[in-house]
């Protein structure tokens, strides 16, 4: 069992839809929690990151973390065609510099 | 600012043959990763070093040799090609644990 999980997708809504993409995870010691957006071609962006439980909100989107349900989510809002792109999670025990474990990534298509 | 830089980008190599992939930042990160991302199987990490003149292993290490001779390089040898090593290599920087990865653009590498 892999220890994170995320959907593969592909993913694909018309723009002004609400997205939601979600990765599970089963190693409990996890605390730090991020989402990078990757373009085509390209190298993978920090988009937002979450400490421990909670919601946090950044414009458009908005990242949830369940720790009692090991279980994250990247909300995005009034979608947009710049918004397509493979979103992944990845998440670490807190300050453990080499143990940062990155989800299979959800291919998104926002459809204008 | 050039961020993190990956030479070369693309590269062709026949089965037991050898080359080296540079990473270069600018950013004076401590932290700096090698990883691999194939289809399906997100970002894999091959290995990554603390600092100067250390390096360490990370989850797919086989195949592959590091060095980090300086602060600013990390270098990643292939010493005899494998089909199995075609994948889009990414390099990553970290000033500080936790944090934001910082990621090349990658280094597309087949291998016949």
């Known amino acids: 069992q892999k220890e994170v999980e995320q959907d593969p997708g592909p993913l694909s809504v018309p723009e002004g839809a609400i997205v939601s993409l979600n990765c599970t995870y089963s190693?409990?010691?996890?605390?730090?929690f991020m989402w990078y957006r990757q373009y085509s071609r390209k190298g993978p962006e920090l988009l937002m990151y979450?400490?421990?439980?909670g919601n946090k909100e950044d414009g458009r989107f908005t990242a949830q973390v369940d720790k009692s349900s090991k279980y994250i989510s990247l909300f995005i809002r009034d979608s947009q065609p710049s918004d397509s792109a493979t979103y992944l999670c990845?998440?670490?025990?807190?300050?453990?510099?080499?143990?940062?474990?990155f989800g299979s990534g959800t291919r998104l298509s926002i459809r204008p | 600012n050039a961020g993190v830089t990956q030479t070369p980008k693309f590269r062709v190599l026949k089965t037991g043959q050898s080359m080296t992939l540079l990473c270069a930042q600018d950013?004076?990160?401590?932290?700096m990763y090698w990883y691999r991302q194939d289809p399906g199987m997100g970002l894999r990490l091959i290995h990554y070093?603390?600092?100067?003149?250390?390096?360490a292993k990370g989850e797919v290490p086989d195949g592959y040799n590091v060095s980090r001779l300086k602060k600013q390089n990390f270098l990643l040898g292939l010493e005899s090609a494998a089909p199995s090593q075609t994948s889009v290599y990414f390099c990553?920087?970290?000033?500080?644990?936790?944090?934001?990865?910082?990621f090349g653009e990658g280094s597309r590498l087949t291998v016949l």
């Open positions: 990845a998440m670490s025990p807190y300050s453990s510099a080499s143990k940062i474990i």
């Open positions: 950013m004076n990160h401590e932290y």
């Open positions: 979450t400490y421990s439980s």
């Open positions: 190693n409990s010691a996890f605390q730090y």
């Open positions: 070093s603390v600092g100067e003149g250390t390096t």
């Open positions: 990553a920087s970290l000033i500080q644990s936790p944090g934001e990865l910082f």
